[in-house]
């Protein structure tokens, strides 16, 4: 069976596509808004830890209505939820028999709910996996440390190809630099660098 995942090149869904690797035929899909290349960093890792690599077109204008939440929001959750949500779909629509993310079990945004995963199963007859939604992040972490070599820093300065790095362009290009700082907070993210 082939499974399309949503895959940014960090150690979530990196873990994601191992821990489903003996069971579906996994491609690694980037969503990106065309703003920027990102998701050559996307396509790098996917490389390195041996899987095939996709990237889908996502709809600019989510990206920017994205972008007005969360300036109005102050914080970055329900523009980046939203964004999740049309990759989703995005996603569903291309002729997987199963989708998945790299959604975990403690994770604030973005999130699946039972709701709506089953909506996307039966609007498009797709499976839909979050293999790490049992995993908190401790978990995750070890799993990561025993498989992955793994670069962890401040987001602002790891390659990698989510859906944040993008919105921060047109964050900056619509409000200016200023804004960026005050929707997203400081924190790390990863960027998977192959086996370990």
């Known amino acids: 069976m082939e499974l399309g995942l949503l895959y940014s090149g960090g150690k979530d869904s990196t873990l994601a596509a191992l821990l489903l690797d003996d069971f579906y035929d996994v491609t690694l899909v980037t969503g990106h808004f065309g703003v920027t290349d990102d998701w050559e960093h996307a396509k790098a890792a996917a490389e390195s830890v041996g899987f095939a690599h996709e990237r889908i077109e996502l709809d600019e204008a989510a990206a920017r209505d ?24 995005r996603l569903a629509a291309e002729g997987f028999d199963a989708i998945a993310d790299g959604t975990r079990r403690d994770d604030r945004v973005p999130t699946v709910s039972r709701a709506q995963a089953q909506s996307l199963e039966d609007r498009h007859d797709v499976d839909y996996i979050s293999p790490l939604s049992g995993f908190g992040r401790g978990a995750v972490d070890r799993l990561v440390d025993s498989a992955l070599s793994v670069t962890v820093g401040p987001s602002e300065d790891i390659p990698r190809a989510d859906y944040e790095a993008e919105l921060r362009v047109l964050l900056r290009e619509e409000h200016g630099e200023g804004a960026v700082a005050e929707v997203f907070p400081a924190h790390d993210q990863t960027y998977v660098e192959g086996p370990r």
């Open 66 to 89: 994205a972008v007005e939440k969360m300036v109005a929001d102050g914080f970055p959750r329900n523009g980046i939820q939203a964004v999740h949500e049309h990759a989703l779909e």
